[in-house]
């Protein structure tokens, strides 16, 4: 899988249909916790670069529609690829970030809410995990949103900008890799791509970049 920008990347369009799943842009999170589904985290002035550089590498891409999940940094990141190709965003809820418990907390291991005894028997399944929404659920859920958004522009291009773990655990989902994982070694940079390239219904290819380079996987920043 490549590491380069869409542009070079690789991917085929034409008789194909691809779908472009996107992590969104740095958000505004000056006391580091886990926002998850919480309202109100808008981008970075560093994320809105990040966004609008992705736009620009789509700039001259068959993009025919843009899926957002509902959450404002997802919106704001979808905003520019959408405008630069005249569409209106569709806000899809199967894009949105995991369900977590730990949502408004820090989780750093030392000041955080796992270094915590009472947080603890949360932890007690990663495999499922038992802090969250269930990795299988997640995966299927993704899938729906991208087999909307491969309907919604047979023949061309689509953008769907979701969040780290959902985008992640589709992927591992769609190539066979057991779903539980360690999230310091998730391959989904800020503002990341995945692309999805299909033959018809069949996935042929999955292909990843970072046109706005690459940056740490942050537990914070799903």
Not at 84 to 95: R, S
Not at 97 to 106: A, C, M, P, R
């Amino acid at each position: 899988m490549s590491d380069k920008a869409i542009r070079s990347s690789g991917v085929r369009t034409g008789q194909h249909t691809v779908v472009h799943m996107m992590r969104h842009g740095e958000v505004h999170n000056p006391d580091g916790i886990l926002y998850g589904r919480l309202p109100g985290f808008r981008l970075s002035e560093t994320g809105r670069v990040q966004a609008q550089t992705v736009a620009d590498s789509l700039a001259d891409h068959d993009v025919a529609a843009v899926f957002a999940s509902p959450l404002q940094r997802a919106q704001e990141t979808a905003t520019p690829i959408a405008a630069a190709h005249g569409l209106e965003i569709v806000t899809n809820e199967d894009l949105i970030e995991s369900d977590n418990v730990f949502e408004g907390l820090k989780v750093s291991v030392g000041d955080g809410a796992l270094s915590k005894p009472r947080h603890w028997p949360k932890l007690r399944d990663p495999f499922t995990p038992s802090w969250g929404e269930p990795y299988i659920q997640l995966a299927h859920r993704m899938l729906g949103a991208a087999t909307t958004a491969r309907d919604a522009a047979r023949g061309h291009e689509v953008v769907c900008v979701s969040h780290q773990l959902p985008v992640y655990t589709l992927r591992r989902f769609l190539e066979g890799q057991r779903l539980w994982h360690d999230p310091r070694r998730r391959q989904c940079s800020l503002a990341s791509v995945t692309s999805l390239i299909y033959d018809g219904d069949a996935l042929i290819d999955i292909v990843y970049s970072e046109p706005a380079g690459a940056s740490d996987p942050l537990i914070t920043g799903a």
